[in-house]
């Protein structure tokens, strides 16, 4: 089964879109496969209003393993089945927290298993007036190296936000040679356009 993985920096939305690219596609209840650091794997089975309660959290580094659902896209009179995959969120330098940086390496490690990489950005943040500090290296970094390893597009969330539209600018002018998608993951803004480019990959 293809998989089409969600990277980026800790707190850019990628679970907030898991849970609402799946609310999308129609799910009201929502099976979560986890697999840990250390290999092992299990699932559970949730409403999808929960699993917005549960893993949807405002402090960084909430997702701290890869969880990932199966999915159906509509294509013609059938269905592609594909895996989403969402990460756990990555950082210039090192993190002093083992287990953090256990998470951050299993992120990594699954670039190269991924058939798809979704990178995403705040870009609502990067458009904000009295944020100076710009695309940090390791989504620079992360450009170079997944985009060498699978099919790869960049997703700017948080679109419905102020400063989104700046940042969007910001991303594109950065990351001109690849399709970048404006998303919101909280109203489902650019999902549709999303969902074609997705259904063309996998």
């Known amino acids: 089964m ?3 993985l969600i990277v980026g920096r800790p707190n850019v939305g990628k679970t907030a879109f898991l849970l609402s690219f799946s609310r999308y596609l129609g799910l009201k209840d929502i099976e979560i496969k ?24 405002s402090s960084p580094h909430t997702t701290q393993e890869l969880q ?3 999915l159906k896209l509509p294509v013609g009179k059938g269905y592609r089945v594909f895996e989403l995959v969402d990460s756990a969120g990555l950082i210039d330098g090192v993190h002093a927290n ?29 458009g904000s007036a009295g944020y100076s500090e710009g695309i940090g290296q390791v989504d620079r970094d992360l ?60």
Not at 34 to 57: F, N, P
């Open 98 to 126: 083992p287990v953090i940086r256990a998470a951050i390496a299993q992120t990594i490690e699954a670039i190269a298993a991924a058939s798809v990489v979704a990178h995403m950005f705040d870009a609502a943040l990067l």
């Open 34 to 57: 986890v697999r840990t650091s250390d290999g092992s794997i299990h699932s559970r089975k949730r409403r999808l209003e929960d699993a917005y309660s549960e893993l949807v959290q």
């Open 2 to 4: 293809n998989k089409c």
């Open 143 to 202: 450009f170079e190296y997944a985009k060498l390893q699978a099919d790869y597009f960049i997703l700017a969330n948080k679109m419905d936000l102020s400063g989104a539209e700046r940042g969007l600018e910001l991303i594109r002018s950065t990351f001109h040679q690849v399709p970048v998608f404006p998303v919101s993951a909280k109203t489902m803004e650019g999902f549709k356009e999303v969902k074609r480019h997705v259904s063309r990959l996998v």
């Open 68 to 70: 990932s659902v199966v």
